[in-house]
Each structure stands twice: as C-alpha cells, then as structure tokens.
C-alpha cells in the first residue's frame, strides 16, 4: 500500500466531504497549526457489540503502532494460511456425506422410499470424500516439492505413512477413488432397516452404506487393500470407513501443520495477546485514515471461527459456542475519530 497516494486521495475526498459533515464532526477533525485537518494513517484495535441483527456498536480500545499494525496483519494472514488449506475440502465431503447419511433416516421415518433415490446420491458423497482424501495428500506432497527441502520431505511423507499404515479405514478410503472412478461403478450397496423399539410405538431406523467385496477386488486398486478386503468376513460400512478416516486425517493434520506453517504458532501466540487484552473475545483490527470519519477504512483483520479456534487451542483455551461470529467492519463501519463523544 503507498501510504502518500492513500493521504493524498483522503485529503481530496476529505475536503469534498468536509461541507456535508455534521458540525459537530467538523469540529472534531484533527487540525495543523493553520487549522487544515491533519489526515494520518493508523491502526486501530476494536471491539465490537452487537445491539441489534444489524445494528453493530464499535469501541476503539486503542490505537496501534504502524508496526504494531503490521505484524498483527501478517499474524492474521499467516493464521489464515495455517486455517483456510486445501484440508477444508475433505472436511466439506466428509459434513456432505454424514449429512446425506442423517437425511435418509429422516426419510426413513417418514416412510417416503429413499431407497428409490438416495443410493446413487449416496454412492456420490462416497467418490468425493475419497477423492479428497487423496487431493489432500497429492497437494500437500507437491507444495513440499516445490519447496526442494528434503528433510521436509521425509518427514512429511513419514507422517502419511504412518497414518497410512496404522488404519485399515484409512487405506480403504483412499483407494475407493480410483475403484470408483476409473473401475466399479456399483462398489456401494445400500442397506435400510427400520423396526419397532421396546415400547412399541417408536421407530428405530438404521442405514449402512455397504462395499461391494467382489466387485472392489476385481477392479485395480491398491492390491494389498484388495487382499484385506478379501480376508474381511464381515460387511464393511463404508459410512463408518469413512468415519474413522476422518478422524485419523484429523490427527494427521494436525502433526502437518506445525511442519508446514512454522510461523503460523508465533502469529497465533501473537493475536493471543490481543485476545486477552480484549477479555477474551475476538479482536478486530481497522486500518483507517483518522480524520475521515467513516469512509476513511482502508482494511480490516479479523478471525473467523476456524482461526479464533486455532489460536485458542495453541493457547491452551477453548473457544466458548456463544462467541459471536466475525463481523465485517464495512457492514457498520464505526467513525474514525481520535477521541470518542460519550
């Protein structure tokens, strides 16, 4: 950002808006000892109350640094990077797929033949959950690729191996994709059962998204997971393959992330502070032209749920359910002023 080029546009604006403003915020504009307003760019650190759906009460508690500013901009930015990867696509596939399997049981319950319908969705939410499973690893190896750290490297695939190998869930998921898209279309059987509980009156409904055996071990993939599919005598679920897969990629994300975001655990320790400072809750952070009161936003920095939640847990702190969401400042923008009028 060219600080000048942005003083220099405020100070037109500003002095094209100066005949509109209420005299009470003409008053109040900072002034040079000729009495011209005096236009800086500076950081704010802001706390924000809602009082209605969509009314929002904005309170300055302080006024940052140029450097305070920046560090905690790039903090945001570096969280952002840790928080919002390519492992948010596998948690999309793996909420689509639990959902699709909680909207057959409501179907079931009311008796409205899902299984006309929900298999081939079902059979859907299953390809994608496993061929995000597998971008998540195929990314990941080629952003460590292209930093050419071997010793990186090691460790990154040592930690895909080890997830890999410990979970026979895991290893299934991950080779569902090739099965299903480049061999067996029908690898997925529905099963839907619905009975009477012990009172009598309630309806109890279950549904398994069950693997085809005979058709996974005829198609080409991995062999040795063909292998233990062939040896498995029991049904295999794949909405609790996929369960468990999950759970084990979380695991796995989270010993990656201290690998591949270094930073991201300082910039975490840094917002922190102000998280503190700001008795808990989330801060926000204005970059504004003082002196233009309101139309003077250049940026804001501020968590969203995911990156409030990381740095409360490299804090060692849970994060409240009541917090309130991320606001956009541009939605309610407060007025950029040196001192407030209460």
């Not at 504009?29 to 005096?38: F, H, N, S």
């Not at 032209?289 to 995911?306: H, M, N, S, V, W």
């Amino acid at each position: 950002m060219d600080e000048d080029y942005e003083l220099a546009e405020a100070r037109a604006e500003l002095q094209a808006a100066i005949g509109e403003l209420p005299a009470e915020f003409v008053a109040r504009l900072p002034t040079d000892a000729q009495g011209e307003p005096v236009l800086e760019i500076v950081w704010g650190l802001y706390r924000h109350e809602r009082l209605a759906p969509r009314e929002v009460s904005w309170t300055e508690l302080r006024t940052l640094s140029r450097e305070e500013g920046h560090a905690v901009a790039e903090a945001h930015d570096e969280v952002y990077r840790a928080t919002r990867g390519i492992d948010g696509y596998l948690a999309f596939a793996w909420g689509d797929l639990r959902n699709a399997r909680d909207e057959v049981l409501r179907q079931m319950h009311q008796d409205s033949r899902p299984h006309e319908w929900m298999p081939p969705l079902i059979n859907y939410r299953i390809i994608n959950f496993s061929a995000a499973l597998k971008m998540y690893y195929e990314y990941t190896v080629a952003r460590v690729n292209r930093t050419k750290d071997t010793d990186l490297k090691t460790k990154v695939l040592a930690e895909f191996s080890d997830t890999y190998d410990s979970s026979f869930q895991y290893r299934l998921a991950f080779s569902l994709r090739n099965a299903l898209q480049h061999g067996e279309p029908n690898l997925v059987s529905l099963t839907m059962t619905t009975r009477v509980a012990g009172d009598g009156e309630t309806t109890e409904a279950e549904v398994q998204a069950h693997l085809n055996k005979d058709a996974f071990i005829a198609t080409r993939a991995n062999a040795a997971v063909r292998r233990e599919v062939g040896d498995t005598r029991s049904e295999i679920d794949l909405f609790e393959c996929a369960e468990n897969a999950y759970a084990r990629f979380e695991d796995l994300h989270s010993r990656l992330v201290p690998m591949l975001h270094p930073s991201a655990a300082a910039a975490a320790a840094l917002i922190a502070r102000y998280v503190r400072e700001n008795n808990g809750e989330r801060p926000h952070f204005h970059e504004y032209i003082r002196g233009l009161p309101t139309r003077g936003l250049l940026q804001t920095k501020t968590l969203d749920t995911a990156g409030f939640e990381y740095v409360a847990s490299q804090a060692g702190r849970e994060v409240a359910s009541s917090e309130s969401p991320a606001v956009d400042a541009s939605s309610a923008l407060p007025t950029y002023f040196p001192d407030r009028a209460d």
